[in-house]
């Protein structure tokens, strides 16, 4: 088999396509080339003809970086509720019945909300020492008691629809650990690093189709190796990082630095690209700012615990 990196300079860029199912039938694809979820969202975001379909396999690929066990079926991490994500805002309850486990509430934002077959969702078990304690859970999406309401597009990446999601009395299978430390804080990470993997994959089918210098390419998969190189399969818990060492904090930081000054560097060429392909990615570039207050925040946590402060 080629490597990600031969892969990504010589296969060629599949056709575009547009529809969800057919999005995620082709990261299907890149997930039976490559068994690193960190590969197969380069190799995803590759095979994406936007980057709001680079996003779906960044995003999609962190779930299954977070919980190995997913089955191939299209996920979504319900967390944000009308109050936010903070630990302390969320009032979605999950509660043993009689019959098993059951989640009550509504999430109010949940990326791929009406197409995800298998939904994880982080609720709250009760208040111990006045903490509001939480668990995750997996759902069924097609289990009894789930009303889900698309949301409107949003201004960028409006490809990828987001839901409400209410639970009433729904069966849930509880997953261990604690729902904030072992599932929520580290994914913010974990998906920072799988969707700008996606991104340089799709940058470099732009570079390609685009006739862009073999320069811009070779940069493309440098940050491809950096990324590839960040340890988000072996988070440990330091408190106040994030879910995961200071040092991958550091880490990703960098890597997301590097990926910026690329993208400066690359601002004259997209004269030279596709008007449909330019347009979108002018619409779509603020995704990649998204969450990028809390981000920096993570990083300056990562030096003060690294500086004992």
Same mark, same amino acid.
């Given at each position: 088999?080629?490597?990600?990196?031969?892969?990504?300079?010589?296969a060629?860029?599949?056709d575009?396509? !547009?529809?969800?199912?057919?999005?995620w039938a082709r990261h299907?694809?890149?997930?039976r080339?490559?068994?690193?979820?960190?590969d197969v +969202?380069?190799v995803?975001?590759?095979?994406?003809?936007?980057l709001g379909?680079?996003?779906?396999?960044?995003?999609? /690929? !962190? #779930?299954?970086?977070l919980?190995?066990g997913?089955?191939?079926?299209?996920?979504?991490l319900?967390?944000?509720e009308?109050?936010?994500?903070?630990?302390?805002?969320?009032?979605?309850?999950?509660?043993?019945? @009689? =019959?098993?486990w059951?989640?009550?509430?509504?999430?109010?934002?949940?990326t791929l909300? =009406?197409y =995800?077959?298998?939904l994880?969702v982080v609720?709250?078990v009760?208040?111990a020492?006045?903490?509001?304690?939480l668990r995750a859970?997996?759902v069924?999406a097609?289990?009894?008691?789930?009303a889900?309401t698309? #949301?409107?597009p949003?201004p960028? +990446?409006?490809?990828?629809p987001h $839901?409400?999601?209410?639970?009433t009395?729904a069966? !849930?299978?509880?997953l261990p650990?604690d729902?904030?430390a072992d599932y929520?804080k580290?994914?913010?990470?974990?998906?920072?690093?799988?969707v700008?993997? $996606?991104?340089i994959?799709?940058?470099?089918?732009?570079a390609?189709?685009?006739?862009?210098?073999?320069?811009?390419?070779?940069?493309? #998969?440098a940050?491809? @190796?950096?990324?590839?190189?960040?340890?988000?399969?072996?988070f440990?818990r330091?408190p106040?990082?994030?879910?995961?060492?200071p040092?991958?904090?550091? !880490?990703l930081?960098? +890597?997301?630095?590097?990926? /910026?000054?690329?993208?400066?560097?690359?601002?004259?060429?997209? @004269?030279?690209?596709?008007?449909?392909?330019r347009?979108?990615?002018?619409?779509?570039?603020?995704?990649l @700012?998204?969450?990028?207050r809390v981000?920096?925040q993570? #990083?300056? +946590?990562?030096?003060?615990?690294?500086r004992? /402060?």
């Open positions: 088999m080629d490597s990600v990196f031969d892969h990504l300079i010589t060629a860029p599949p575009p396509i !547009a529809d969800i199912g057919a999005v299907q694809e890149a997930g080339l490559f068994d690193r979820t960190l +969202a380069l995803g975001g590759f095979g994406a003809d936007r379909f680079a996003f779906l396999s960044g995003y999609q /690929e !962190a #779930l299954r970086s919980l190995p997913l089955p191939a079926e299209l996920a979504a319900c967390a944000t009308p109050g936010g994500a903070h630990p302390a805002q969320i009032r979605t309850t999950l509660t043993e019945a @009689a =019959a098993g059951v989640l009550n509430g509504t999430k109010s934002f949940a909300g =009406a =995800a077959r298998r994880i609720a709250s009760g208040v020492d006045g903490r509001n304690r859970a997996v069924d097609a289990a009894p008691g789930i889900v698309q #949301l409107p949003t960028f +990446a409006p490809e990828i $839901a409400t999601v209410t639970f009395d069966p !849930a299978q509880p650990g729902g904030y929520l580290p994914f913010r990470t974990i998906e920072d690093a799988h700008l993997a $996606a991104t994959g799709w940058l470099v089918r732009v390609r189709e685009s006739g862009w210098p073999d320069a811009v390419t070779q940069r493309l #998969l940050g491809a @190796a950096l990324v590839r190189g960040l340890d988000v399969d072996g440990g330091v106040g990082v994030g879910g995961s060492t040092g991958t904090h550091i !880490a930081g960098g +890597a997301f630095e590097f990926v /910026e000054r690329v993208l400066a560097e690359l601002d004259p060429l997209w @004269a030279q690209v596709n008007p449909d392909i347009t979108r990615w002018e619409r779509d570039r603020p995704l @700012a998204t969450a990028g981000r920096e993570r #990083l300056a +946590a990562a030096w003060r615990a690294v004992g /402060e």
